[in-house]
């Protein structure tokens, strides 16, 4: 049996790469109360568990190398100048097959998840994205791509 914290940590790292995709390749301004909703601050001025929490998301998914940021904000409340790592974008990007056969991109998958709330398959989608990411670094054969024709100019006297 999973524990909170495990089903929160899933739900904002899909907030995240969903915010970061929209913005990208553009600096953004990652808040703790954009995705916990209002910080609770205790008497000592200590964020509450779950915003405590989200925020240290923030933290290792730049340590794991998918997204970056410029710094943080004061009291732990979000980071400034947060953008997704190319391994992020690649492997957002990526395509993925539902077990119906449906197949889309691991990002389209995550939208459409946090619209119907479908809370299960953004847990799938977060585990895919990380089992991917442990296996970046593994030697991968280049396809073959088309070529498109060259292109040719013109010019309006008929000479080239």
């Given at each position: 049996?999973?524990t909170t914290?495990v089903?929160?940590f899933?739900?904002?790292c899909?907030?995240v790469?969903?915010?970061?995709?929209?913005a990208?390749p553009?600096?953004?301004?990652?808040?703790v109360?954009?995705?916990?909703?209002?910080i609770?601050?205790?008497l000592?001025?200590?964020?509450?568990?779950?915003?405590q929490?989200?925020?240290?998301t923030?933290?290792?998914?730049?340590?794991?190398?998918?997204?970056?940021?410029r710094?943080?904000?004061?009291?732990n409340?979000g980071?400034?100048?947060?953008?997704?790592t190319?391994?992020?974008?690649?492997?957002l990007?990526?395509?993925?097959t539902?077990s119906s056969?449906?197949a889309m991109?691991?990002?389209q998958?995550?939208l459409?998840a946090?619209r119907?709330?479908?809370?299960?398959?953004?847990?799938s989608?977060?585990?895919?994205?990380?089992?991917?990411?442990l296996?970046?670094?593994?030697p991968?054969?280049?396809k073959t791509?088309?070529?498109a024709?060259?292109?040719s100019?013109v010019s309006?006297?008929g000479?080239?």
């Amino acid at each position: 049996m999973k524990t909170t914290h495990v089903d929160d940590f899933h739900y904002c790292c899909a907030e995240v790469f969903c915010a970061l995709y929209a913005a990208f390749p553009l600096p953004y301004l990652l808040l703790v109360e954009d995705i916990t909703g209002p910080i609770q601050w205790d008497l000592t001025g200590l964020p509450d568990r779950r915003s405590q929490a989200c925020f240290e998301t923030f933290l290792w998914l730049a340590e794991h190398d998918l997204l970056r940021f410029r710094t943080l904000e004061p009291r732990n409340t979000g980071i400034e100048g947060a953008a997704l790592t190319q391994k992020a974008f690649v492997l957002l990007t990526g395509q993925i097959t539902w077990s119906s056969g449906e197949a889309m991109s691991r990002i389209q998958a995550l939208l459409e998840a946090r619209r119907n709330r479908a809370y299960g398959d953004i847990e799938s989608l977060i585990n895919d994205i990380f089992r991917t990411n442990l296996q970046w670094s593994a030697p991968v054969t280049s396809k073959t791509l088309p070529k498109a024709a060259p292109f040719s100019s013109v010019s309006e006297d008929g000479d080239d």
